[in-house]
């Protein structure tokens, strides 16, 4: 993962995605869902710098991937509800959906305090 403050920036905006779809998951506000997929997304392409990087490592293109996945979850769910696309049905289709993004970004946050720990154990 990257290194330095890279790190805990890529770890914070992460969080910020994760909590951010909890509080989609209580609220089931559209605007909810559209913080949740705008921080989800900025949180993508901070980890393409280091999936791009020379130095990458696996746990980069694990969260990297975690991070797509939630992002490909959020985009449907966003149309859904945003429009909906499914009736009555549309928030129940996006929480669905939303409920996966969630599993990733929690997926994607254990990658990263992983890679903090073993960035923290290669310092001593």
């Not at 905006?13 to 921080?39: E, H, R, S």
């Not at 980069?60 to 797509?68: G, N």
């Not at 129940?92 to 993004?101: K, Q």
């Amino acid at each position: 993962m990257a290194e330095g403050k890279a790190l805990y920036t890529v770890f914070f905006l992460q969080m910020i995605a994760l909590t951010l779809n909890i509080g989609y998951l209580a609220d089931k506000l559209v605007l909810m869902l559209t913080i949740a997929m705008v921080a989800s997304f900025i949180s993508t392409v901070v980890k393409v710098k280091s999936v791009t990087s020379a130095h990458r490592s696996h746990t980069d293109v694990m969260a990297f991937l975690c991070s797509i996945i939630a992002d490909l979850h959020f985009i449907p769910a966003f149309f859904i509800q945003a429009f909906h696309l499914m009736g009555e049905e549309s928030v129940v289709e996006a929480v669905a959906l939303s409920m996966g993004a969630l599993i990733a970004n929690a997926i994607a946050v254990l990658i990263v305090i992983i890679a903090v720990a073993v960035s923290l154990i290669k310092e001593k």
